[in-house]
């Protein structure tokens, strides 16, 4: 056992406009060399867009693509005897949205859109609709 202090849970800071604690996520994984208002900026402009699509609240949009993309089962690498198996592992729900958020974002990087904030709009909204290349690689 570790001599240490045990470390306190840190508490996820809550975004003020929408009141969800996965938002800041999203725009510190899009944020680039600490440019954190121009990542909220990207992120807050693909809120207004999916606001002006559908006649639901963005944040309930957003919240059900991050469902979808969410995987439930992962393969970790098991070595047994001189073979190396991959053994397939629950996610725990810390893990899960991580990954989603990281493959949300790495779509939408790869999308050809002119702006970022259309990237991640468009890749939102195929998530919502269970489709685009976030759900291809939760697959």
Known sequence: MSR????PKK???VDPKYKSTIIPKLINSIMYDGKKTIAEKIVYE???KIKTKSKDEPINIFNEAIKNIKPTVEVKS???GGATYQVPVEVKANRSQTLAIRWLINASRKRKDKKMSDKIFNEIYDAYQSRGAAIKKKN
């Open 78 to 80: 098991r070595r047994i």
């Open 4 to 7: 240490k202090k045990s470390i």
């Open 11 to 13: 508490i996820p800071a």
């Open 46 to 48: 693909a809120m207004e």
